[in-house]
Every structure is written in structure tokens, then in C-alpha cells.
């Protein structure tokens, strides 16, 4: 029995981790040695505990399978209960011989995943073998073969053939490209339907682009907006479409908008670290935004590892540059990484020193790797429902703009990558005064003593609203806390007031955990947007001035309409 289980779970974290881009550039003998290493110190740390409840878990596994299988020989079995999982759902799941499949799966499923979680591990060690056990199962379902899914089957007979055909086609295009099609790319452009907010690029180094919008009311708010994106996704899903668009309601609401354009990182930019980013990146937007809009202060949006980079750069910004900032916001972002929600799984000292044989390879971390680690993390979602739709069933998904923005993926420098995972992600130092120097100036966020708002959201996977909330008691003063209903994109940058179904809470009181505060707070129907407008104007004022007739200065003319070049700049995702 205790042979079954070691080959079950060698098998396991083989097939799991097989076409992770942590992986990849590994060759077979290693990755293979790796998994019988990460094996036996499993084994090694397992209780009698958890083998005692392994076995339980095994023994009532093969009693459901065995009474499932009498009821089919019996005639007794059916369709049971309806199915609650969305790849069942259809009606077909529950004729023929397609309910045992899936009851079957579902008893594998439930087996596997409650043996993984029955591991007694240390914590790392058991998210992890949890986390591939799930990837595994989720692989395992029978709605992933033809064969298997009647939904494929009678699309098949009802079309002659011809969804095969076309879904073989489909995959023919995706291996050429390098990664699944999760919406129609043939309806967007950018600069045509997506990003298309007037505006000009009125400062460009290396690194950046950074955008003036053009206002639209005859007063602007005399503190200029700048938005710090993340790094690793292009800019424009905060200017995704009309309806959507972060940038439009702002100027809508009468505030001048500034705008970062990453560089995508490549031959240019590859050997870039975490200090050019400040300096050529943070620093020169500030400075750039304040002379342009003649303004005194800047007010700061910034997200996800936008967000970071931005508190990093607060932490050693030199006093004549904090100066001109007025506030700082962070949305989805995090200072504190003892917590870092699902990511974790990826992040240990064995699977960084693997992908280092990556980046040294590839000189950039590519974006389609990015792309593949965070699409495991919901892998029905984002990978096996489209493979069922798109190969299986030979349908081409319908337009979604947010999803095109997902895989129009963009690079990262190998250092930057490397001391961002390493040093925060893994080494959890941005929390330590002094435990990282950039600038030349040892790291303390305790320098941090401009206003801060912080967001985050209920559903977000990649930033526990928790964690974030764990961030602002490490700030020297108290900063605002807001949580929002909805996701890490969809309760951030896509939440317009019109037509708004989410909700944030806020108010709450700060003096405990994030669960108390939770308690305490004060619910608010609709977007978190018109909240922070208000908290702008009461914490770096509200003073107004006539919206400027033209685009950038004399110093800093216009280069570029809006959108820009940098965003429309095609670099190789795939290292």
C-alpha cells in the first residue's frame, strides 16, 4: 500500500509540474530527480497520522467506487444529483454511461485532493502538493477528451465532423503563437477600440512613455492624477473602453490624468534593475507630471506591483521629489508578503533556482510564462475551459476586451524579476527597515509619511485582501483601508459607477485584525471609485484651475498621440 501511495504521488507532482515555466529549459533527467528529491522529503516529514488517514481516505475511496460500480451493473445507478460543477452542467452529463464517468471522476477528484490535503506537511511544502494535486484532478476530467465529453460527441455528429476539423485547426494556430486564444484578437486594436482616450505622449526615455490625457471640462483639479501601472501588463486596462475606462471617469470628474507606459522589456531595457525603475520610471513620471501641470503636488494611483515599486521608491525617494507628492494610492498591492495568497505555491528556494536556468537563458523573465503561472491558479477557468471550447469543440471564443488585454503579456528584466521574487516575495525584506538598499539608501517604508489609500479586493487570488490590510500597519501613519467586492482586475480598475452591482466596505476600525475591522466597517453599494475622489480632495485638497489649452511644454513636448509607441512595440513573449 505504501509503495501505491509514493508512485501516486511521484506521478502526481510529475504530471503537474511538466509544462510549468518553471520547468521549462530543464531537462528531462532533472526535472525527474527534482520531483523524486521533493518525494522523499515528503515522505520523510509524513506523520503516522497521515498515513493513518491516507489509508482512511483510500479505503472509502475504493468502498464509493466499488458501490458506484455495483449500481451500474445493477441497473441501479443514474444520473444522482444534479451536478454543481459548471463543466457537468449540461443535461448530457446525466444520460448513458456519461453520469458514471463523471461520478467516478468526481469520487478520484475528491480522493486525491483529501489525500493531498491529509499530507501533514510543513505549511509551504503542503499548499503546494494541495495546489498540484487539485491541477492534476482538474486535468484528469473526463469534459478535457473527446471521447469521454458527450457535449463533443453530439457536437461532432450534429456538425458532420467539421468541429473537429476545426478545432484541430484552432490548435494548429495556437502552437504556432505559443499559447491558448481566450478571445477573438481579430476585434480589437489598440489605439482603435481599446485605449482610445485623446491624449499625447509628452515624455519618453528608455524605459517609459508617460501620457497627458486631454481634459474635458473647463477646470481641472489643480493635483494632476499620475498612474503607475504594473510593469508586467500593458497600461491600457485602465483605459480599456469608454464604458470601462478608469482614465475617461477621471476626466469626466474634472482631474487632470497622467499616465506610465512601460517599456515592454527587451534588448533595450533586459539589464534593467529594480533601481533604473525608480529612478528612470517613478521618479522621472513625478517630475515630468509636476512641471507639465505646473503643479506643486502629484496625487499617485498606482497597482499591483505598480504599487511595490512605488512604495520602494517612497521608502528612498529623495526629499526634494517626496515633496511634490501629494498622496499615494495603492490598489492590489503589497508591502508585506508573509501572506502572498496563491503565488505562493510558485515561490521556494528550489523553484527559483530552477527558473534561474530560465533567465539566464531567455535574459528577460518572458511574459507568456507569467501568463501560464497565473492562468494555473484558476486552471478550469483559464486554461481547460477554453481547450474544451476551442480544440474539442472547434468554436472560436467571442471578443472580451479584458481577456485581450490578459495575453497581450509584456516581459521583465531577469534582475528585476529575480530581486522582486527573491528579496520580497521569498525573503519578505521590503517589511524590514534597512534589510534592502536601492539608490544607494538602505529600504525603510517607515520614510513613508505622505497620505495612502489602499484597496483591495474580496476576490482577488494574487493579493489577499488581507495581506494588503497587514501592509498599512507597517506605514508610520495610519492609512485609509477600503475593500471592494469582485477580483484582482474587476473590483480594481474595471469598476465604474454606472451600472455598478459591487460594493465596498470601509470605515472600519484599525486597531485589530483585518477580520475585526472587516466587522466593523461601514457597507456602501456600488464602486469604490467616487469614495477615493472624495478622500483625494479632503486629504491633498480640492483647489481648482482652468484645464490647460494644449498638451505637455516647451521642456516636454508632444512626442506621440496617445496611446503611445512603447504599448504597440512588439517584443518576443517566449524568452
Not at 485602465?238 to 490624468?257: A, T, W
Request: with cysteine; hydrophobic share 40%; aromatic share 10%.
Amino acid at each position: 500500500m505504501e509503495q501505491d501511495f509514493n508512485k501516486t504521488l511521484s506521478d502526481m507532482m510529475l504530471s503537474a509540474t511538466k509544462n510549468h515555466p518553471v520547468f521549462q529549459g530543464m531537462d528531462a533527467s532533472k526535472h525527474q530527480e527534482f520531483i523524486a528529491s521533493w518525494n522523499e522529503t515528503a515522505q520523510s516529514l509524513l506523520s503516522a497520522d497521515a498515513w493513518s488517514d491516507w489509508i482512511k481516505t483510500w479505503t472509502t475511496y475504493q468502498t464509493e467506487m466499488a458501490q458506484l460500480w455495483m449500481s451500474g451493473l445493477t441497473g441501479q445507478g443514474g444520473a444522482g444529483q444534479p451536478a454543481k460543477d459548471r463543466r457537468f452542467g449540461d443535461d448530457a452529463w446525466n444520460k448513458g454511461v456519461f453520469p458514471f464517468l463523471r461520478q467516478s471522476y468526481e469520487l478520484t477528484a475528491k480522493a486525491m485532493a483529501d489525500m493531498a490535503d491529509r499530507a501533514g506537511l510543513p505549511e509551504h511544502e503542503q499548499r503546494k502538493l494541495s495546489f498540484y494535486a487539485r491541477v492534476t484532478a482538474d486535468g484528469l476530467s473526463p469534459s478535457n477528451f473527446a471521447l469521454m465529453n458527450p457535449e463533443v460527441l453530439k457536437r461532432a455528429q450534429e456538425t458532420g465532423g467539421r468541429s473537429l476539423i476545426d478545432g484541430f485547426q484552432n490548435l494548429l494556430a495556437d502552437l504556432e503563437k505559443g499559447y491558448i486564444t481566450t478571445t477573438d484578437e481579430t476585434a480589437f486594436k489598440v489605439g482603435e477600440n481599446l485605449a482610445t482616450t485623446p491624449g499625447a505622449v509628452i515624455y519618453r526615455n528608455a524605459l517609459i512613455e508617460v501620457i497627458q490625457y486631454t481634459p474635458v471640462t473647463p477646470k481641472v483639479r489643480s493635483n494632476p492624477i499620475l498612474i503607475i501601472p504594473p510593469c508586467v501588463n500593458k497600461f491600457y486596462i485602465f483605459d480599456i473602453n469608454e464604458k470601462k475606462s478608469m482614465v475617461r471617469y477621471l476626466l469626466e470628474e474634472g482631474n487632470s490624468v497622467f499616465m506610465v507606459s512601460w517599456r515592454n522589456a527587451g534588448p533595450e531595457t533586459q539589464d534593467y534593475g529594480w533601481d533604473e525603475y525608480i529612478t528612470e520610471g517613478v521618479l522621472a513620471a513625478i517630475d515630468t507630471t509636476a512641471d507639465v501641470a505646473k503643479a506643486e503636488q502629484v496625487d499617485l494611483l498606482s497597482w499591483c506591483n505598480g504599487g511595490t515599486l512605488l512604495l520602494a521608491a517612497l521608502a528612498v525617494m529623495p526629499q526634494a521629489q517626496k515633496s511634490l507628492v501629494g498622496s499615494s494610492t495603492f490598489l492590489s498591492s503589497m508591502l508585506d508578503f508573509s501572506d502572498p495568497g496563491e503565488v505562493e505555491v510558485f515561490i521556494d528556494e528550489t523553484q527559483i533556482a530552477a527558473y534561474k536556468q530560465r533567465l539566464g537563458t531567455a535574459k528577460v523573465a518572458p511574459g507568456r510564462d507569467i501568463a501560464r503561472a497565473m492562468a494555473m491558479l484558476h486552471v478550469n477557468e483559464s486554461i481547460w475551459g477554453f481547450v474544451v471550447n476551442n480544440y474539442l469543440k472547434g468554436q472560436t471564443p467571442p471578443p472580451f476586451d479584458v481577456l485581450y488585454w490578459n495575453a497581450d503579456t509584456s516581459n521583465l528584466p531577469a534582475k528585476w524579476y529575480s530581486y522582486f521574487v527573491e528579496e520580497m516575495y521569498h525573503a519578505n525584506k521590503l517589511r524590514e527597515p534597512g534589510a534592502l538598499t536601492l539608490l544607494d539608501t538602505p529600504v525603510d517604508c517607515g520614510n513613508i509619511d505622505v497620505p495612502c489609500y489602499f484597496l483591495a479586493a474580496t476576490g482577488d487570488h494574487i493579493v489577499p485582501w488581507q495581506t494588503s490590510y497587514s501592509s498599512t500597519t507597517l506605514l508610520p501613519q495610519e492609512a485609509e483601508f477600503v475593500l471592494t467586492s469582485g477580483g484582482h482586475v474587476s473590483g480594481t480598475v474595471i469598476n465604474h459607477p454606472v451600472k455598478n452591482r459591487r460594493y465596498f466596505v470601509s470605515d472600519g476600525d484599525r486597531t485589530g485584525s483585518a477580520e475585526e475591522w472587516l466587522a466593523s466597517a461601514n457597507k456602501s453599494e456600488g464602486s469604490w471609485w467616487p469614495h477615493w475622489l472624495q478622500w483625494l480632495d479632503e486629504t491633498s485638497g480640492d483647489a481648482q484651475r482652468p484645464a490647460p489649452k494644449t498638451l505637455g511644454n516647451r521642456k516636454h513636448p508632444e512626442l506621440a498621440l496617445a496611446p503611445g509607441t512603447y504599448v504597440l512595440e512588439q517584443v518576443p513573449q517566449d524568452g
